[in-house]
């Protein structure tokens, strides 16, 4: 069993930046993919990207590549997520789940555990 936590959303203007975390717990952390995922208001839940167990690798869904990036600390059982140049097409609610493969994948599907999320704001 893995129970996550997120934090560091809040409200930040267009061009800026912001940096989520998200704190793992179970003993079985080091050995899970992780992944971020963002729904906005009316819109499906959509993914952002993810890790794989070790952070040796990552992917990015392309609306975010080249702004987004996600690392994980396995010593600490965090994963976080910088989020640079935002745009309000970015504002939603982000939520980090945990894969119970190597990974990274990037369906939500595959997903076993998920975090309450933490909302972003991008104001214009």
């Known amino acids: 069993q893995v129970q996550l936590v997120e934090s560091g959303g809040g409200l930040v203007q267009a061009g800026g930046s912001l940096r989520l975390s998200c704190a793992a717990s179970?003993?079985?952390?080091?050995?899970?993919?992780m992944g971020w995922f963002r729904q906005a208001p009316g819109k499906e839940r959509e993914f952002v990207a993810s890790?794989?167990?070790?952070?040796?690798?990552?992917l990015y869904a392309d609306y975010v590549k080249g702004r987004f990036t996600m690392s994980r600390d396995n010593a600490k059982n965090m994963v976080y997520l910088q989020m640079n140049s935002l745009t309000p097409e970015d504002t939603a609610v982000y939520s980090c789940?945990?894969?119970?493969?190597?990974?990274?994948?990037?369906?939500?599907?595959?997903?076993?555990?998920w975090g309450q999320g933490t909302q972003v704001t991008v104001s214009s």
């Open positions: 789940a945990a894969d119970r493969s190597a990974g990274p994948r990037t369906s939500e599907a595959v997903y076993d555990y």
């Open positions: 179970g003993r079985f952390f080091i050995t899970y993919a």
């Open positions: 890790i794989s167990w070790s952070g040796g690798t990552t």
